[in-house]
């Protein structure tokens, strides 16, 4: 039997031998192949939706993509389901978190296309928006109220800022046709909800500097005003 030189990693060797090892996600294996960094930044932005988030009992995610992080906001959560438009991804989503400490509802469905059936008292929603043809982002904020269980939920975005797109990557720059600046995201945002709060995010830092050195956006939104 295997045995680590400091007994308390035998831990580690037991999960293994119980569970295996766990993979990565798709997009997220694509990632710390080729700029491993990039996934300590994607994941900090769920840790800080999770501490907002914390407590919160019915929580969905908007656009989770394979759903690696996901389990960061439901760690401090009750329920999270967990939606994007793609099969592949939800198919993947649900391979990777099959066991029964890591329960989240993973589900295909297109928010553009109508709200969800069930109602949740916060949603979150990170690297989607800027995918979104400016044409359709009132279906997006429209079908994101309604999911909502009342006036007093929440709802937190995430997208990188106009001003970093002359940084961004080729393969970035091609699905981000929706960046906005600081200003710019809390105008539409303040045109759905009454309280929007604003803060910017270098790497894996959220701060509240000057936004337009700002490479990303995070805003919570509160108090809706649609129906």
Same mark, same amino acid.
């Given at each position: ?11 580690? %060797? ?11 996600g ?8 080729n700029?491993p ?7 900090s ?8 988030l ?19 906001v ?5 329920e999270?389901d967990?939606l994007?438009?793609?099969p592949?991804?939800i198919?993947?989503?649900?391979e990777? =978190?099959i ?21 949740y =008292?916060?949603?979150?929603? %990170?690297?989607?928006?800027e ?7 009132? %279906? ?8 909502m269980?009342? $006036? ?5 975005i ?5 001003e970093?797109q002359?940084h961004a990557?080729?393969g ?5 046709v929706?960046?906005k600046?600081?200003? =710019?995201?809390?105008k539409?945002?303040?045109h759905y909800?009454?309280n929007v709060?604003?803060? $910017?995010?270098?790497d894996?830092?959220?701060?509240t ?5 700002a ?6 939104c ?6």
């Amino acid at each position: 039997m295997r045995k680590t030189k400091e007994p308390q990693y035998n831990i580690s %060797l037991e999960l293994e031998e119980k569970h295996g090892i766990a993979q990565l996600g798709i997009l997220t294996n694509e990632t710390w192949f080729n700029d491993p960094k990039r996934m300590v930044f994607a994941l900090s932005r769920y840790k800080f939706v999770a501490k907002m988030l914390s407590g919160f009992d019915k929580v969905l995610e908007v656009g989770c993509a394979d759903g690696f992080g996901s389990r960061i906001v439901k760690q401090e959560i009750k329920e999270l389901d967990a939606l994007d438009f793609d099969p592949i991804f939800i198919s993947n989503a649900q391979e990777g =978190n099959i066991h029964e400490k890591w329960q989240i509802n993973f589900f295909v469905h297109d928010i553009l296309e109508s709200p969800t059936l069930n109602k949740y =008292n916060a949603i979150y929603s %990170l690297d989607v928006l800027e995918h979104i043809p400016p044409e359709k982002e009132h %279906l997006y904020f429209e079908h994101i109220c309604q999911s909502m269980q009342g $006036s007093e939920s929440v709802l937190i975005i995430g997208s990188p800022s106009l001003e970093s797109q002359k940084h961004a990557s080729l393969g970035s720059k091609i699905g981000h046709v929706n960046c906005k600046s600081g200003e =710019n995201l809390k105008k539409i945002c303040n045109h759905y909800f009454k309280n929007v709060f604003l803060f $910017s995010m270098n790497d894996e830092v959220v701060h509240t500097g000057f936004q337009k050195m700002a490479n990303y956006f995070l805003i919570i939104c509160c108090n809706k005003k649609c129906k």
